[in-house]
């Protein structure tokens, strides 16, 4: 049943009051975050409706995403009841031009039975394409980088003849290797929109590229619309790529009613496309329009918009507003230094555990994060704990492809019986043994009652020559791990595999993410080392497989959310931590000026999704693309005054306020001298079995930095020494270990 329009008012504030009801054609509504947004576009459509103007068919409103259209036409269902609601067009920018296209599919060249190709196959025929070219040393890091540059070319209307400018059209392929590379991707481009068009398909940016051709061919079509569409509601619209602007540009009739929900603060998609001076322009675009703030929040606690309030403002050029709230004050906000990364694991994993024993659901818990190789430690800690979580918007650490190719490469270094690990890294990444010749192999070993690691060595028996040597080396490469296995450490191990397998040089352009989580796995290696330095490469990979067993649980609600802060957008938790807020991450590294704005909006957008208590955490030491690093916090955190926060310490900083020695011989001895120079102790060289270790004694390792002893016992193999280092906490060596340093 139908509310009425007093109904669609009632609970409103004076500003979403004033944008409901406006009655002029062109309105943008600057929503805040947790300022209920959603409620009032779904609330002005309905009263729109109920005004009686204009009928449910000359309604269309536009989001980004199927679960944000289908949330809006619920809320409209209960407002205007299902029969309206229904009458409406509300979808996707996408799924808006799918339907339109399948109508009018003549003038764009297309059969009304058009296929939309997914992700998978604009690989394939890009794979073809580049293969049959044959410029690419890595075809499949050139098709990777082709897909994202046609992207970007669909989404700011840029055609392929565009993309060619003058160059002609008849090369020959044997010219190709010649060309810039600029003319390549033309040329690719070219060929991909050819086979598109042979086999009646379009992709995802066609879709609104294409509706665009038509509107602007078809005046007929384009005249429909705009008669038909008088009430025109776009959700998000600071998200808006150029080809999105287009669309709405072309719909718009002078007649038309338009109103625009979005924040501008709130823009973190550049680097899909979104262009953030489109909603800086709406004013502009519909001449007479009103703007109107929405800056009273229902989500958060006034500390919290504190705190993103004083972020945020330093970003130049902004719509000037400020969030604020009727919300009781709520507890600081709290600055968590963490020594190192696993430290700050342990924080949150411990800080959940107690405010859950305390009563608090798991469900209100969120870790949020820049990047998602961050997740690992917090993972592993949660897992540790029996913690039950989820990785929403992605997946968890150990499932994710480059760490399951990297795990399997370590799992046949263990196990060279192993034939279903083999197959999944023999090709990867690429080296020409392919489907056919891995067949062929298999058979051999069957007939010859071998597994697949044995049948490498004797691949020139079964496959031609150029197959057979990239066998053998595969083969030489699992057997030279497996020598190292047995004398080196374990990190250094799962570095030397992680190095020359060449999964790091599968990495495109635009997927840092990719390393990024292969180092993560380094790191998480070499902290196992640290706390237990025999650990075997087993012992490794036993820890990995009860990872993969953990985390999430079939069908239990009550979960940890663990997220990137870009899946996170739209979201809000009781409780959020933000976890790695440090330099070179947030900030991301060489970020310019426009990178550093948007991800000081990320960080806001960070912020805002906490309702009532929010941890920001950085670590002073941080394991970061193949290497440990000091870490410096992030300038973000410098733009809140000390007053909003209350700040805590994690992980005591090493003994004497000492950095801890730099990698590397030079670094050590840097270090050992300025101690010797700033304080009492001398160091026992080359201490051997001359050195007397005793509980309290001081030590210095050339890894771990300073440390006090705090028990020497004996084993079958001799005595040991277990001493607490501050950051990484105790772990016992051998007394002979000579890269421990006894201070005296």
């Known amino acids: ?89 509300i979808s996707t920018f996408h799924s808006a031009c799918s339907r339109l296209l399948r109508r009018h599919p003549d003038p764009v060249g297309l059969e009304k039975n058009f296929a939309i190709y997914d992700e998978d196959a604009k690989m394939k025929v890009l794979n073809r394409i580049i293969s049959k070219m044959d410029f690419a040393a890595d075809p499949a890091k050139a098709c990777k980088e082709q897909k994202r540059l046609i992207s970007k070319y669909k989404n700011n209307g840029i055609s392929w003849e565009a993309a060619f400018k003058d160059l002609s059209l008849n090369f020959e392929a044997r010219y190709f290797q010649k060309m810039p590379w600029d003319e390549r991707n033309a040329l690719v481009y070219r060929d991909y929109e050819r086979d598109l068009a042979q086999n009646n398909a379009v992709d995802f940016d066609d879709l609104i590229s294409k509706a665009i051709e038509l509107l602007k061919k078809d005046g007929q079509v384009r005249g429909a619309l705009q008669k038909r569409f008088t009430r025109i509601f776009v959700d998000e619209y600071q998200d808006t790529n150029p080809a999105q602007y287009k669309l709405i540009r072309l719909l718009a009739s002078p007649q038309a009613f338009v109103t625009a929900v979005g924040d501008s603060d709130q823009s973190i998609y550049a680097f899909r496309g979104s262009d953030i001076s489109i909603i800086g322009s709406f004013t502009k675009d519909f001449e007479g329009s009103k703007s109107i703030l929405l800056e009273q929040n229902y989500r958060s606690t006034p500390n919290i918009l504190s705190v993103a309030n004083s972020v945020i403002k330093h970003n130049p050029k902004r719509v000037d507003k400020k969030l604020w ?20 694991a342990r924080f949150i994993s411990s800080t959940i555990e107690s405010l ?92 010859k009652g071998i597994h697949l690691q044995a049948a490498l060595k004797e691949a020139g028996k079964a496959l031609r020559p150029g197959v057979a040597k990239a066998c053998l080396e595969l083969g030489e490469k699992l057997d030279g791990w497996r020598l ?88 809000e938790f009781p409780i959020v931590f933000v976890a790695g807020m440090e330099e070179g991450i947030f900030p991301s590294l060489n ?7 948007e991800d000081r909006r990320l960080a806001y957008v960070a912020i805002t999704r906490a309702q009532r208590e929010l941890f920001l955490l950085f670590a002073n030491e941080r394991y970061r693309f193949g290497e440990r690093k000091r870490q410096k916090r992030s300038r973000f955190l410098d733009e809140i005054s000390p007053d909003l926060l209350s700040q805590r310490e994690v992980g005591a900083r090493p003994l004497f306020g000492f950095e801890r020695p730099s990698k590397g011989k030079a670094g050590f001895d840097s270090y050992r001298s300025a101690f010797r120079e700033k304080t009492s102790y001398e160091t026992q060289e080359g201490h051997g079995k001359g050195a007397q270790f005793l509980p309290g004694s001081c030590v210095i390792h050339k890894t771990m930095g300073l440390g006090t002893v705090e028990e020497v016992f004996p084993t079958p193999t001799g005595k040991r020494v277990k001493i607490n280092f501050r950051g990484y906490g105790s772990i016992s060596f051998p007394a002979s270990d000579k890269s421990i340093e006894l201070l005296d």
Do not use: W
Request: proline share 4%; with cysteine; aromatic share 6%.
């Open 1 to 89: 049943m139908s509310k009425t329009i007093e109904e669609i008012l009632e609970g409103l504030n004076p500003e979403q009051k004033e944008a409901v009801t406006y009655p002029g054609k062109y309105l943008l509504v600057s929503a805040g975050a947790g300022s209920g947004k959603t409620r009032v576009l779904t609330r002005r459509i309905a009263y729109e409706l109920l005004k009686g103007e204009a009928g449910p068919s000359s309604f269309i409103a536009i989001t980004f995403t199927n679960k944000a259209a289908r949330e809006m036409k619920e809320r409209l269902e209960a407002l205007v009841g299902p029969r309206a609601a229904y009458g409406m067009q």
């Open 325 to 344: 709230t009727k919300n009781g004050e709520g507890k600081k906000v709290e600055l968590v230094e963490c020594e190192t990364e696993m430290e700050e």
């Open 484 to 571: 190292l296995a047995s004398s080196a450490p374990l990190g250094r191990l799962v570095r030397s595999v992680v190095a020359r397998s060449g999964l790091l040089e599968e990495k495109a352009e635009g997927e840092e993410g990719r390393s990024d989580n292969l180092f993560q796995l380094c790191s998480a290696a070499e902290e196992m080392e640290s706390q237990n330095p025999s650990a075997s490469l087993i012992d490794f990979l036993e820890q990995v497989s009860l990872m993969q067993d953990g985390g999430e649980e079939g069908g239990k609600k009550d979960l940890v959310s663990l997220m990137t802060i870009h899946s996170a957008k739209g979201l």
């Open 356 to 447: 859950h024993s305390k009563g608090e659901a798991y469900s209100s818990f969120a870790v949020l994060y820049r990047n998602n190789d961050l997740s690992e430690p917090i993972e592993k800690r949660l897992a540790a704990k029996g913690v039950p979580y989820q990785i929403k918007g992605g997946r968890k650490f150990y499932d994710r492809k480059e760490v399951k190719d990297a795990v399997a490469y370590l799992s046949a270094v263990v196990n060279p019986k192993d034939d279903v690990g083999l197959l999944r890294i023999i090709n990867t990444p690429a080296r020409g043994i392919g489907k056919v010749s891995q067949e062929k192999l298999e058979a051999y070993a069957s007939e």
């Open 591 to 597: 970020a310019r000026p426009k990178d550093e704005e």
